[in-house]
């Protein structure tokens, strides 16, 4: 549709962020590439340039170093986000995961401890999402929040998600009795979003918008500790084995029909189909 003369174009930056999105920047898959294999922790939420460790250093150097006015983005980042807001309407998936009994689990300990335990949980998220090459959107109270674009995940962008849903789960200690026992539940989904800059000067973040990003919410909210839930469409799109797997039909808040879901306990091996 054409923009008006005195109406100007409200996302005039689509082109550069689809560009980025599905891949064809010839820039940001290669340099998020390199980055993420630089060891060192916490992690620009965009390139993946660390901020601690050995590497830090070059990162400063490099101008990615935290942005002091948004502490999730390196510098170089940041301004790209400033700078160029809008973003594009693109397939991608998403996943969610939260602490299940988290109210509880923070009545039995002080609150430092507390602290100290969802600091552990970001730390093995963000890990588990950048090691699957997706992109830790945000950190919500007992929430983690994960994006995956065609440009890192390329088409299997929903088979990512998901086996990164299942390292959570056994980082977290639900099937890997070496981990930190955590109740967690995780939702994915795979859907068209609006993914971009969002916000104004100091605050602007990658983010994604739409129903599909509604949807995923709900699913970890309504799986239990220990399982996925799994759109569709994600389902469809990674080639899950659903043969074997149970079937669930969510009323979710705000639909109007049921939500097809498919479920992945922890400890339970699902197949993926290849080729």
């Known amino acids: 549709m054409s ?33 993420k294999r630089l060891p060192g922790n916490p992690r620009c939420k965009m390139c993946a340039a660390p901020f601690a460790g050995p590497a830090s250093v070059l990162m400063r150097w ?33 996943l969610f995961a939260d602490i299940r009994g988290s109210t509880s689990l923070a009545e039995g ?10 600091d552990r949980f970001y730390d093995v998220a963000a890990r588990v999402l950048v090691a ?18 065609p440009a890192l995940a390329h088409e299997r962008h929903p088979a990512q998600a998901i086996a990164a849903a299942r390292a959570l789960l056994d980082a977290t200690g639900d099937g890997d009795s070496g981990g930190f026992s955590l109740p967690i539940g995780v939702g994915v989904a795979t859907g068209t979003a609006f993914v971009g800059s969002v916000g104004e000067t100091h605050t602007a973040a990658m983010t994604a918008l739409g129903d599909v990003v509604n949807v995923t919410a709900r699913l970890a909210s309504a799986a239990g500790p220990g399982e996925i839930l799994v759109n ?40 993926l189909k290849t080729g």
């Not at 490099?62 to 693109?90: K, S, T, V």
């Not at 699957?132 to 674009?149: A, T």
């Open 3 to 35: 923009i008006d003369a005195g109406h100007p174009d409200p996302n005039p930056n689509e082109a550069l962020w689809r560009a980025i999105l599905d891949g064809t920047d010839p820039v940001y898959a290669r340099t998020r590439g390199r980055l």
């Open 232 to 271: 569709d469409r994600a389902a469809e799109r990674a080639g899950l084995g659903t043969a074997s797997l149970e079937v669930r039909q969510l009323e979710l808040k705000g639909k109007s029909q049921l939500t097809t879901v498919y479920v992945i306990n922890a400890g339970r091996e699902s197949t």
């Open 109 to 118: 300990m002080s609150p430092t401890a507390f602290r100290t335990l969802l």
């Open 62 to 94: 490099r101008g990615r170093a935290r942005w002091p006015n948004n502490p999730d983005y390196c510098g170089a980042c940041f301004q790209l986000l400033d700078r160029y807001h809008g973003g594009a309407e693109i397939e991608s998936s998403f």
């Open 132 to 149: 699957h090459d997706g992109i830790v959107d945000k950190f919500v109270g007992d929430e983690v929040v994960g994006i995956f674009i």
